[in-house]
C-alpha cells in the first residue's frame, strides 16, 4: 500500500525538488500526483513501499529541519541588513488582500462583541 510522504500543498517548487532529489540519493521509490484542476487535491509525493515510510519520513524530517535553519538565519541576516520587509510593505504588496483581512477580523470581532454590548 502507498503512503504519502509529502502533500505538496504551499510547498515551494525548490523544496519539492530537494526532496525528490533526496529520495532519489537513497534509492527510495517513489511517484507523484500532480494537483487537480478545481484545487480539491494539491498533489503529493508518494511512497511505493510501505517499508521505505521510516527511512523517508527521518530524511525529509532532516532536511527540513535544515532548511528552516537556514533560512532563519537568512532572515536573520535579512534584518540584520534592513533589507527585511516590514508589515508595511508586506501591506503594500498586496493592499487588497490585507484589506480584506482587516474587515473579515472586524466583523468577527463584531458578530462576537455585540450581544455583551447591547445588554446594558
Known amino acids: 500500500m502507498t503512503t504519502l510522504l509529502l502533500n505538496l500543498r504551499q510547498v515551494p517548487d525548490d523544496e519539492a525538488q530537494a526532496v525528490r532529489a533526496l529520495l532519489e540519493e537513497h534509492g527510495i521509490p517513489f511517484y507523484e500526483t500532480a ?16 517499508e521505505d515510510k521510516d ?13 528552516a535553519r537556514s ?18 510593505q508586506r501591506f503594500c504588496e498586496q493592499p487588497v488582500r490585507a484589506l480584506g483581512v482587516l474587515i473579515a477580523v472586524t466583523a468577527l470581532l ?11
Open 71 to 88: 533560512e532563519r538565519q537568512r532572515y536573520e541576516q535579512a534584518k540584520q541588513d534592513g533589507t527585511a520587509p516590514t508589515l508595511w
Open 110 to 120: 463584531l458578530i462576537t462583541l455585540v450581544p455583551f454590548l447591547t445588554l446594558g
Open 35 to 50: 494537483p487537480s484542476l478545481w484545487g480539491i487535491s494539491f498533489g503529493g509525493i508518494w511512497l511505493s513501499n510501505p
Open 55 to 67: 527511512n523517508a519520513k527521518t530524511l525529509v524530517a532532516e532536511y527540513q529541519e535544515e532548511r
